[in-house]
């Protein structure tokens, strides 16, 4: 394990430190695949064709931008996949990705809970048997990173090399129980009572301050989520622990977390990466726990370098 705060391209494995730096281009390529299997499709003016599959008994919402091998991108709690809008563009450049709306959230449907990451994970792994993906480099922030956790675990076949953002391994009963409490207001006061509290966990300060109509569009992301999909995710989260597994994992993988984050904090991230072979932690500076918005530039830099150095060593 490593640790590094000086610039994304400075991360280094166990055993050797390396310094790769990789200029990603602003070009972006759409090209939408698997036309095949889409239903309902529909077209954000000036964005990718997003579409639907049925994958694990629900109907999960996705887009896919970009050419080259694929990378699969899970959000966090309480969002859906337009949280990845400013990265999609430069990865876009170099590989093909996949997004999609997690059970519960955005435009995928909203079963009742609870729900388990092991079910997720299934619905993750479904969707890439229903898009004919062998194989793909999995990034998941918070509740995402989780999933990818656990997909990494169940198919590890399936896994060309992991990226976990701001995310944990397990939690403690006492966070757990917020967890729980959390799916009660939202179930009893609906999203509206949680989003000032969210956009503040997730954004620092300073950022919120400086940029208040991006803050804004995170808050309302978090207001307009669904309750009962909000609050099965959160049961999810409460009963999720791997922290005993992660020597299990033996894909090439990279932690991320904001040097701030007060959910996940970089000694969480820190145990993360000591207990996966070979993992490379980066501390992102000056970020809470939404670290793709705040410091977008310097993880979407970190996330080329480590996935371009990754697919070539496939």
């Known amino acids: 394990m490593c640790t590094s705060h000086r610039g994304a391209a400075q991360c280094c494995p166990a055993t050797t430190v390396r310094q790769q730096k990789s200029k990603v281009p602003d070009i972006i390529r759409n090209i939408p695949l698997h036309l095949h299997h889409f239903a309902n499709a529909s077209t954000r003016f000036g964005g990718p064709l997003t579409m639907k599959v049925s994958a694990n008994g629900a109907s999960i919402h996705y887009a896919v931008e970009g050419h080259g091998p694929w990378v699969t991108l899970a959000h966090p709690l309480g969002a859906d996949l337009t949280i990845w809008d400013d990265l999609v563009p430069d990865l876009a450049a170099h590989f093909r990705v ?37 194989r793909t480099h999995f990034v998941g922030i918070s509740m995402g990173g989780a999933v990818a956790q656990q997909v990494a675990l169940d198919a590890p076949e399936r896994i060309a090399s992991l990226t ?125 726990h939404l670290s793709i918005v705040e410091q977008k530039q310097f993880v979407t830099n970190a996330l080329a370098t480590f996935l371009l150095e990754a697919s070539s060593n496939v």
């Not at 435009?107 to 729900?115: H, K």
């Not at 995170?218 to 009963?239: I, M």
């Not at 991320?256 to 992102?284: M, Q």
Request: charged share 30%; with cysteine; net charge negative.
């Open 98 to 134: 996949l997004r999609y709306d997690s059970r519960g959230h955005g435009r995928s449907d909203v079963p009742a809970g609870p729900y388990t990451i092991e079910q997720l994970a299934a619905d993750a792994t479904a969707l890439l048997n229903s898009l004919e993906i062998p």
């Open 164 to 288: 976990l953002i701001d995310t944990t391994a397990g939690y403690d009963e006492a966070d757990a129980k917020v967890f729980r409490q959390r799916a009660t207001q939202a179930r009893e006061q609906g999203m509206k009572a949680l989003a000032d509290g969210t956009l503040e966990r997730w954004l620092g300060e300073r950022f919120r301050k400086r940029h208040p109509e991006t803050s804004e569009r995170v808050r309302a992301l978090v207001a307009k989520a669904h309750p009962e999909g909000f609050a099965a995710a959160c049961e999810a989260l409460a009963a999720f622990d791997v922290r005993t597994r992660l020597s299990e994992i033996d894909a090439p993988t990279l932690v991320l977390v904001g040097e701030n984050d007060p959910s996940t904090p970089p000694a969480v991230a820190r145990r993360i990466a000591s207990g996966i072979a070979g993992a490379r932690l980066e501390i992102v500076p000056d970020a809470a």
